[in-house]
């Protein structure tokens, strides 16, 4: 059985293969390191097939998806700012990348997609928690992209039988993901801000929420969303069910990393949504999912690895 992960040399999607490969699986990465690192997967490389190449290139899509039987689709561009600045780049990436894994699957034969969506299809919207059956809302053309990708996957299930899965990512955090790009998650900031001791930056109050989801929760929910019979066709959000304001965040972190610096507050950033989190309730009765990692122990892993692979 042949596993492609697309985007498999970035931070969830290595972790996706890493997790694949320690079950004897036979594993294909489709990366072309826009953002990925060889440093990712450098300690498991030699047991994948790694193919350099770009999703949206039709040829280099039907080559990486022959002969494989599951799709776990990581590759996109994950930025919402620059998303904003280049939304035809991003409906190339996004948009095109998918439906060439779609249509390269369903002509294939491949058994089931696993597709990456987020939060981020939600939008403005106040209802809390986040419940799939829910009113969407995308503010970016990242967000945008994302429910098109949900909308064209249910598409594929309906008129070629290819069975796919979304699921909707929220607040990932964890080991590998870049402290240094400008896009990274609040949590590699804040801890990269605290090793370096650099007071950390904190739009608005600080009493904004979200759903920090470690790493390793969510490589376990594309594993149940790939082996669950009945959650083909389906949409899940995968977070952690819980919401933690920012200031908390950074106390905890604060106390992991025993810092004593006192936070910049600048103006809150536009668009920015004050609460979010997940409903998991539809996971965890289909799927079974049920994060494993607290914040705290999620933070120590992710704490580690920060101070030592930074520079
Ligand atoms: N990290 C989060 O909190 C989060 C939240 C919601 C959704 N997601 C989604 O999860 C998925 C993985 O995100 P991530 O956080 O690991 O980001 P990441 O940037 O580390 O991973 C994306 C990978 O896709 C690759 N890629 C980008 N453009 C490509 C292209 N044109 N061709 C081939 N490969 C390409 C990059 O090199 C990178 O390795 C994405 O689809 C993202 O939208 C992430």
């Known amino acids: 059985m042949k596993i492609l992960v697309t985007g498999g040399a970035g931070f969830i999607g290595s972790h996706i293969a890493e997790e694949l490969v320690s079950h004897k699986q036979d594993v294909r990465i489709l990366d072309n390191f826009s953002a990925g690192k060889l440093k990712n997967i450098r300690h498991f490389e030699k047991k994948v097939e790694l193919l350099e190449g770009n999703i949206s290139d039709k040829a280099t899509v039907d080559d990486a998806v022959k ?52 939060a ?34 249910e598409k594929y299930l309906k008129d070629f039988k290819l069975q796919t899965v979304c699921l909707r990512y929220f607040n990932v955090y964890g080991p590998r993901q870049d402290p240094d790009s400008p896009y990274s998650g609040v949590i590699s ?8 001791k650099e007071r950390p930056i904190i739009y608005g109050d600080g009493e904004q929420t979200r759903d920090f ?52 507050h600048k103006a809150p950033r536009e668009g920015d949504i004050r609460r979010s989190f997940a409903s998991i309730v539809k996971a965890g009765k289909v799927l079974k999912y049920r994060p494993e990692y607290s914040l705290e122990e999620g933070l120590k892993y992710t704490i580690e690895w920060i101070k030592e692979n930074s520079s």
């Open 67 to 118: 002969g494989c039987n599951y799709i776990f689709h990581q590759a996109a561009m994950v930025s919402v700012e620059e998303s904003i600045k280049n939304p035809v780049k991003t409906w190339d990436i996004n948009i095109k990348g998918t439906l060439l894994v779609l249509g390269a699957a369903s002509r294939m034969g491949v058994k089931r997609v696993v597709l990456a969506s987020s």
């Open 120 to 153: 981020a299809v939600y939008g403005d919207t106040l209802a809390l928690p986040k419940r799939e059956d829910g009113a969407l809302n995308p503010k970016s053309p990242y967000g945008e992209s994302k429910h098109i990708n949900e909308m064209n996957a």
């Open 189 to 196: 900031k804040f801890v990269s801000a605290a090793l370096r």
């Open 213 to 264: 989801v470690f790493v390793k929760d969510v490589v376990k929910a594309n594993l149940l969303a790939m082996s669950e019979k009945k959650a083909a066709g389906q949409v899940f959000n995968i977070g952690t069910g819980t919401e933690t304001s920012i200031n908390s965040l950074w106390k905890e972190i604060k106390k992991q990393t025993k810092s004593k610096l006192v936070p910049i």
